[in-house]
DNA sequence: AAATCATATGCAAAAAGTTGCATATAAAAA
DNA sequence: TTTTTATATGCAACTTTTTGCATATGATTT
């Protein structure tokens, strides 16, 4: 399960807590790999359980114990051993691709406006990842190395979401005539 | 669920035993809807269970009879029910791309390589939508007509696979240098 | 004639993901 | 000061998907 893996990447980098984690895991794998607060709870849980993470208890004033989770020699293992075989081509399962193929049910306005709420989604992804992106072209050479690799799958993301509106606009301009 | 929506749209336009529909499901809307043909019969199962399509039994000489499943009147509303109401926007969990993420963790050649196999399958599936776009152009303009929503989900292929592969060449030239 | 392969079905267990709650603190707003 | 909102956690039930069998027929090889 890729989950499991990611979420070893992200404390291969740094430790952190449950929330920590799942805020780095949104802000920076949520756009490729999506998943709940309670699904990396509960993966959290289970590496622990496996013995790929361990977790400390950092005492806090008032506040309850703060559990702060780390990488294991042996999770470390798993990862690279997750990294260096095969993983299996991304599984498409789009409901408005199905829904457009049923479309001649429905009013043709319907279409249109569903089509028009998604792209609307798309718009604010890509514009998302455009910021981003500026972020990283505007870091000084040395400092863009660490995030090379992130910044490629940022750039999966924009293009992806480009070739999104492209075809949007096809479809549009064919609900139109 | 789209998986059961997606089994009516095509007994809405023609009916068929398991093995039939799954061969359609496959061949028109496998591209953007993945399952597994387990899936597919008991998700038959559970839409005659619901009484959503019927079943009549066709006998055949020598070979077990053949089970026919066509659309109800109950099956043509919940599917136009279903095409009326929003769904959400298609989900990404890209395993490569995690793998990417956390790539410094292993020698570049293993991504190197693993890229150029889901390459090779991306661009399989390219040129089976472009075939599959030009048998559509190939027809004359009156026969396009049922196929128009159809054609626009090739599209989405299309755009997105190519998408991928220019992605592709992105991530190659890093790779290289 | 025996073995194997493509067709044509399906069950059942396990894994993964979704949905709906539930809790507790701290800060901010009404 | 009570209510709401953001932070920070997690369980449990359910749905969906995946994986691994299992079966039976007809056609094709060996």
């Given at each position: 399960?890729?989950?499991?893996?990611?979420?070893?990447?992200?404390?291969?980098?740094?430790?952190?807590?449950?929330?920590?984690?799942?805020?780095?895991?949104?802000?920076?794998?949520?756009?490729?790999?999506?998943?709940?607060?309670?699904?990396?709870?509960?993966?959290?849980?289970?590496?622990?359980?496996?013995?790929?993470?361990?977790?400390?208890?950092?005492?806090?004033?008032?506040?309850?114990?703060?559990?702060?989770?780390?990488?294991?020699?042996?999770?470390?293992?798993?990862?690279?051993?997750?990294?260096?075989?095969?993983?299996?081509?991304?599984k498409?399962?789009?409901?408005?691709?199905?829904?457009?193929?049923?479309?001649?049910?429905?009013?043709?306005?319907?279409?249109?406006?569903?089509?028009?709420?998604?792209?609307?989604?798309?718009?604010?992804?890509?514009?998302?990842?455009?910021?981003?992106?500026?972020?990283?072209?505007?870091?000084?050479?040395?400092?863009?190395?660490?995030?090379?690799?992130p910044?490629?799958?940022l750039r999966?993301?924009?293009?992806?979401?480009?070739?999104?509106?492209?075809?949007?606009?096809?479809?549009?301009?064919?609900?139109?005539?």
């Open positions: 399960m890729s989950l499991k893996h990611a979420i070893l990447t992200l404390l291969e980098t740094e430790e952190g807590s449950g929330y920590d984690l799942l805020k780095r895991f949104k802000a920076r794998l949520g756009f490729f790999w999506n998943a709940s607060h309670q699904q990396i709870y509960s993966q959290l849980k289970t590496l622990h359980q496996d013995g790929l993470i361990d977790c400390t208890l950092e005492a806090q004033q008032g506040k309850p114990d703060r559990k702060v989770y780390h990488m294991t020699q042996a999770g470390h293992d798993a990862l690279v051993k997750w990294l260096e075989n095969p993983v299996k081509v991304d498409v399962n789009d409901a408005l691709l199905v829904k457009l193929y049923g479309g001649h049910l429905i009013d043709k306005n319907k279409l249109k406006q569903e089509l028009s709420e998604h792209k609307a989604i798309h718009q604010r992804m890509l514009d998302t990842f455009l910021n981003l992106e500026q972020e990283y072209l505007n870091l000084p050479k040395t400092k863009q190395k660490p995030f090379e690799l910044y490629l799958t999966r993301g924009i293009l992806g979401e480009k070739a999104w509106l492209d075809w949007a606009e096809e479809v549009e301009s064919y609900l139109k005539g």
